[in-house]
């Protein structure tokens, strides 16, 4: 990450600018890091001002001994568009970040020109719940490390893990004591998101795009965004798992590409 904005409740952001062109802000899922966007930030870069950024929590970004929230979150992102004065921005909000897009979108905290919401969820349902419990009682019975190993299996459709020859995980930074408390606290966050009464307020163009092989956001949770938001648009891949814009990178680009060039 290249520079740190200064929160006005304390803490700082890290966060990165390239490109040039209308600003596209790309909001990654759980893990909250910038990296997770490297390759389709640099392909947008040569038509967008594109800007990552690590969630409070994580990455490169100070760690807060604090509740959170996916409203703290979508703050934090309005907070850094303020910052960096951006009007009418493209916004692609993967899995948790899709949930902080809905918030911001729905609570008209900026003025989004377009919105992707990718392999995201305006509720938990009830097998969400059950993961992510799951996941919750994984974390701290056997550490962060379990954690992140397990969270690479589900994330990552199981032909594409027996295709790589290392891991395909966004490389963490050298561990924080609150690493963990801060996971757990995340996951409370994206199980009290809830946006389903909402979504008729989300006016601007909306794509919603998702795997059917995906079973974090199971593909009924997107078919619930895009017949709940007036207008949606929607993308179906057949396979792809979660992580998407990693597996199945240059369709994913082609279709978000296109959908932002009519819309900016």
């Known amino acids: 990450m290249n520079k740190a904005l200064a929160l006005s409740d304390g803490g700082h952001l890290a966060y990165k600018v390239e490109g040039s062109g209308p600003p596209l802000l790309l909001v990654s899922g759980l893990g909250g890091l910038g990296a997770f966007w490297a390759t389709f930030a640099q392909a947008c870069s ?26 703290g979150m979508a703050e934090d992102a309005r907070e850094l568009c303020d910052h960096l004065g951006l009007t009418d921005v493209l916004y692609v909000g993967h899995s948790t970040g899709g949930a902080i897009g809905q918030h911001l979108a729905t609570h008209q905290l900026l003025t989004l020109r377009a919105l992707v919401l990718s392999a995201t969820f305006a509720a938990p349902c009830r097998y969400f719940w059950r993961l992510f419990n799951s996941r919750l009682q994984l974390l701290q ?48 966050a994206i199980l009290e998101h809830n946006c389903r009464q909402v979504l008729n307020r989300i006016t601007c163009p909306t794509l919603v795009i998702s795997a059917n092989d995906d079973i974090v956001t199971p593909e009924y949770h ?10 949606a648009e929607r993308v179906q891949f057949d396979y792809g798992g979660h992580y998407l814009p990693h597996t199945r990178f240059p369709d994913y680009y082609q279709h978000v590409f296109d959908f932002l060039q009519t819309t900016s």
């Open 46 to 71: 040569f038509h967008y001002t594109v800007i990552t950024y690590d969630h409070r929590g994580t990455g490169n970004s100070s760690r807060c001994d604090r509740p959170y929230s996916i409203a």
């Open 222 to 231: 997107s078919a619930e965004l895009a017949q709940a938001i007036p207008n």
């Open 141 to 188: 019975h056997m550490g962060l490390d379990a954690y992140r190993e397990h969270a690479s299996l589900i994330l990552y459709p199981p032909y594409w893990l027996a295709q790589q020859d290392a891991p395909t995980m966004a490389p963490a930074p050298a561990p924080h004591p609150l690493d963990a408390k801060i996971t757990e606290r995340r996951i409370q």
